[in-house]
């Protein structure tokens, strides 16, 4: 089993739908969440940090961490075309700790 | 959020040359940064954790003396690929360890490779 599993889609929602991205995971010992958004050929970049169990908001963006089912989603409302992008989940067991990542989910926003 | 730069953006080169990648971080300074390699729709690769003013960590079937990094200073790290092969072609990114707290990562706008 791999340590943080994501599912690979593509996925694919008309513009204004909400959008729910999600990861599990295997090691109890994570203690650090992220999401990131990756554009084609470009480098990742970070939208979402969360160190514990809860909800996070930033705009149109909510982080949800849940410790105890080893699960954390991103939901994206009101979706635009420019939100097309790969998503990768990603964590860490300390603060300088090496991230470890999901596979990445691809996102297509239709107009 | 901080920035972090690569360079070069893009490079093509003759198998068996040598091609330095630069990783900075602009606006804050990285004890700690890390060295990705990614191909096409899949997830990212760590191939090395690099320490200013130390040796560079490297994973676990990474060629040490193929993958060269330095980390001379706080804001600047390379990586060196040494008698690069068509097989190393790919998408190499860096990323900085921001200090202070949570300690995020910052990731670099990446560099395509193309080894002919």
């Known amino acids: 089993q791999k340590e943080v599993e994501q599912d690979p889609g593509p996925l694919s929602v008309p513009e204004g739908a909400i959008v729910s991205l999600n990861c599990t995971y295997s090691?109890?010992?994570?203690?650090?969440f992220m999401w990131y958004r990756q554009y084609s050929r470009k480098g990742p970049e970070l939208l979402m940090y969360t160190y514990s169990s809860g909800n996070k908001e930033d705009g149109r963006f909510t982080a949800q961490v849940d410790k105890s089912s080893k699960y954390i989603s991103l939901f994206i409302r009101d979706s635009q075309p420019s939100d097309s992008a790969t998503y990768l989940c990603a964590m860490k067991v300390g603060a300088n700790s090496k991230l470890t990542f999901g596979k990445g989910i691809t996102l297509s926003v239709r107009p | 959020g901080a920035v972090v730069s690569q360079h070069p953006s893009w490079v093509i080169c003759k198998s068996g040359t040598s091609v330095k990648i630069e990783c900075r971080s602009l606006d804050f300074q990285a004890t700690t940064m890390f060295w990705y390699r990614q191909f096409p729709k899949q997830s990212l690769m760590l191939m090395a954790t690099?320490?200013?003013?130390?040796?560079?960590?490297?994973e676990q079937g990474v060629e040490k003396d193929k993958f060269l990094i330095n980390h001379a200073s706080l804001t600047l790290s390379t990586l060196t690929v040494t008698s690069a092969h068509p097989e190393d072609s790919s998408f190499y990114i860096c990323s900085a360890l921001s200090p202070g707290g949570q300690e995020t990562q910052y990731f670099g706008p990446g560099t395509r490779l193309l080894v002919l």
């Open positions: 090691n109890s010992a994570f203690q650090y």
């Open positions: 690099s320490n200013e003013g130390s040796k560079a960590t490297y």
